[in-house]
């Protein structure tokens, strides 16, 4: 999974889905400044099998509204979220400075979850320290009508942000393991 801080504007981008080969290219050729902050063991996202995680989100308000459709009616966005044309998640936009990013580095906040949700074997993929993903008051949107994926999100303040701190899945063929689990975290320190 691609994760990018640009350090000069505290902003970020994580790739739920792999882009194509032209954009790895332009990533890998980004002066990368990573692991002047931060130990390259940190480096990795975690597989843990833990059918527990997914009881941990019995406890949230599974929407019945698409993400798409609340985006319209009742949360906003911290920047932009893309979408592809069946409204599954490729790419989340957010404000991620480079203290941030080693903060969640630090504190193992990556990692991918085999776990079991309603029944039905998913994967969910953490963006997030764990109080932060696993707050009871997050709210889970499904990405469209078919449920086979969702993303957890935690709403902020007056405006009713919705800032996405998970992603729960059955479609290993979007968000395929071997991506997740294969991270590229890029942060460029560049100045104009």
């Given at each position: 999974?691609?994760?990018?801080?640009?350090?000069?504007?505290?902003?970020?981008?994580i790739y739920?889905?792999?882009?194509?080969?032209?954009m790895i290219?332009?990533?890998?050729?980004?002066?990368?400044?990573?692991?002047?902050?931060?130990?390259?063991?940190?480096?990795?996202i975690p597989?843990?099998?833990?059918?527990?995680?997914?009881?941990?989100?019995?406890?949230?308000?599974?929407?019945?509204?698409?993400?798409?459709?609340?985006?319209?009616?009742?949360?906003?966005?911290?920047?932009?979220?893309?979408?592809?044309?069946?409204?599954?998640?490729?790419?989340?936009?957010?404000?991620?400075?480079?203290?941030?990013?080693?903060?969640?580095?630090?504190?193992?906040?990556?990692?991918?979850?085999?776990?079991?949700?309603?029944?039905?074997?998913?994967?969910?993929?953490?963006?997030?320290?764990?109080?932060?993903?696993?707050?009871?008051?997050?709210?889970?949107?499904?990405?469209?009508?078919?449920?086979?994926?969702?993303?957890?999100?935690?709403?902020?303040?007056?405006?009713?942000?919705?800032?996405?701190?998970?992603?729960?899945?059955?479609?290993?063929?979007?968000?395929?393991?071997?991506?997740?689990?294969?991270?590229?975290?890029?942060?460029?320190?560049?100045?104009?």
């Amino acid at each position: 999974m691609i994760i990018t801080c640009d350090a000069y504007c505290n902003m970020g981008y994580i790739y739920l889905q792999q882009p194509d080969k032209e954009m790895i290219d332009y990533q890998k050729e980004k002066d990368n400044q990573i692991s002047r902050y931060v130990d390259p063991s940190l480096l990795h996202i975690p597989l843990v099998v833990d059918f527990n995680r997914g009881k941990l989100l019995d406890d949230m308000r599974l929407s019945t509204k698409t993400y798409e459709k609340a985006v319209d009616d009742e949360i906003d966005e911290e920047y932009q979220n893309d979408l592809d044309e069946q409204g599954y998640m490729t790419g989340i936009e957010l404000n991620l400075s480079k203290d941030k990013l080693v903060h969640l580095l630090e504190n193992k906040a990556f990692v991918v979850y085999r776990t079991e949700w309603k029944g039905l074997p998913s994967h969910l993929v953490t963006l997030d320290v764990d109080h932060k993903v696993f707050d009871s008051s997050n709210v889970i949107y499904p990405l469209n009508e078919k449920q086979d994926a969702f993303v957890i999100i935690e709403v902020m303040g007056e405006y009713q942000i919705g800032l996405v701190k998970a992603l729960l899945t059955r479609r290993n063929d979007l968000y395929p393991v071997e991506y997740l689990l294969a991270p590229q975290f890029i942060l460029s320190e560049y100045t104009l």
